[in-house]
């Protein structure tokens, strides 16, 4: 039964279209309660205020972790697996000229005292960029607001005026095994819902992607059984928010003095302390089954 995909990014903030295209960036400015690039055929504009698009830096490599308490529905070696499968999705997205311009790896599991406590899932100062980008489960209740429609949520910190991507956490709703059954099996079985799909869907988000209009996409704010790869639409906007590093056709190496590299050194130093200061927001957007599209155990009126 088809579920609501709400978007799922802090912020989750579309830029305006350009063209034809549907996908939809998060930027700077969040959209109104209630927005959905798909029901309104276009994405998000912003209401004359400055909006910046939001993105890590190209040529990162980012990595997540997982809470090692995982869930009473999901083991820790399954949800890794179903993770890293995830993410891959994206690594692997084949863009014009070369590959995808950042790569998200697992960095393996950390306690669960030291995922409850990430900036992205506390309140931090809005100076503190926290450099662990968390995966949980929340078995013990949702925090948030509609737990009954919400299926996940994640929460990203950006730069203010840059819209650069400093943390990006996601948390998935697994309080109520009647109201969301989670499942690791492909297709999944009749009433649950693949924590793959949710996963390759957050992805998207952590990425910088807002929902699409494009019913086929991914980042379609419905959710689909077994949608794992991204489509079209999706690997047009995820190419566009980072072309390829190095072109097809072979790496480029350059060749640096000893002098050039300390200056190089210093200058890393000088940004990175930059960055420490610099101011930065926190935005969320819930992740919501659809209206009238609710798991068919819940007796609870729904609304997107």
Known sequence: MPLSLSAVTFACVVLASSGARAFCRTTTQPAPAGYNPASIGACWVGDGGPVVDLAWPVGSRIAFSLDASASKQVALSDATRIADQAFAA????????GGLGVQVYDNGPVSADVAENDCGIVSCPNTVHD???????????WPYNDPVQTLALTTVTFGVN???????????NSSDPVDH??????????????????????????????????????????????????????????????????PSGGACSVGMGRRDASR??????????????????????????????????????SSS
């Open 90 to 97: 994206w690594n692997g997205t084949p863009c014009p000229g």
């Open 131 to 141: 450099p662990l980008h968390v995966i949980v489960f929340r078995d013990d209740g």
């Open 162 to 172: 840059s819209g650069t991507i400093y943390d990006a956490d996601i948390e998935i």
């Open 181 to 246: 059954p989670l499942t690791t099996l492909e297709p999944p079985p009749a009433g649950s819902y693949d924590l793959q799909t949710i996963l390759t869907h957050e992805a998207g988000h952590f990425l910088g992607l807002a929902h699409a209009t494009d019913p086929q996409a991914i980042m379609y704010a419905y959710y689909t059984p077994g949608s794992l790869h991204p489509q079209a639409d999706d690997v047009a906007g995820i190419c566009a928010v980072y072309p390829p590093v190095y």
């Open 264 to 301: 190089s050194l210093v200058a890393i130093v000088a940004v990175a302390l930059g960055i420490l200061f610099r101011r930065c927001q926190r935005s969320r957007s819930p992740f919501h089954l659809a209206a009238g599209m609710r798991p068919p155990q819940s007796q609870k009126s």
